[in-house]
């Protein structure tokens, strides 16, 4: 009986001193990223919003913004997608590939919302959702 106490005890003290904690149902260390352990940042990195619902105004709704993001250019969906005409068109002749049209076209886009009264949100918290 006394050595199952010794080793619990060399256990527990290991344990300690180790510096491991048990968060957001997995066992986090010293160098375990935040976002494991964080359920809430978790949360975040895991299921992202789109783009498009970053971008909110007073009394917006669902539909109203789907309006805007659509007059702006993109399609009606929140996650901003522009068809292949439309990068075609914005593609220059020295761009190696479509990346950079989109980049212009994602940059035209959010100047666009600008323009309509959407401020930008880095992080989304409730002003994010819908009334």
Request: with cysteine.
């Amino acid at each position: 009986m006394n050595l199952r106490i010794k080793l619990f005890f060399t256990l527990y003290a290991s344990c300690l001193l180790s510096a491991c904690t048990i968060g957001n149902g997995r066992i986090c260390g010293p160098q375990t990223p935040a976002a494991h352990c964080d359920k809430e940042a978790y949360e975040r990195l895991k299921y992202p919003k789109p783009y498009g619902a970053h971008w909110i105004k007073e009394g917006m709704t669902k539909e109203s913004r789907l309006d805007d993001i659509t007059a702006c250019g993109s399609g009606r969906t929140e996650y901003v997608l522009f068809s292949e005409d439309k990068i075609q068109a914005a593609k220059q002749p020295e761009d190696p590939n479509d990346i950079k049209a989109m980049g212009r076209l994602t940059k035209d886009w959010a100047e666009c919302m600008r323009d309509r009264g959407y401020l930008y949100l880095e992080y989304c918290d409730e002003r994010c959702q819908y009334p």
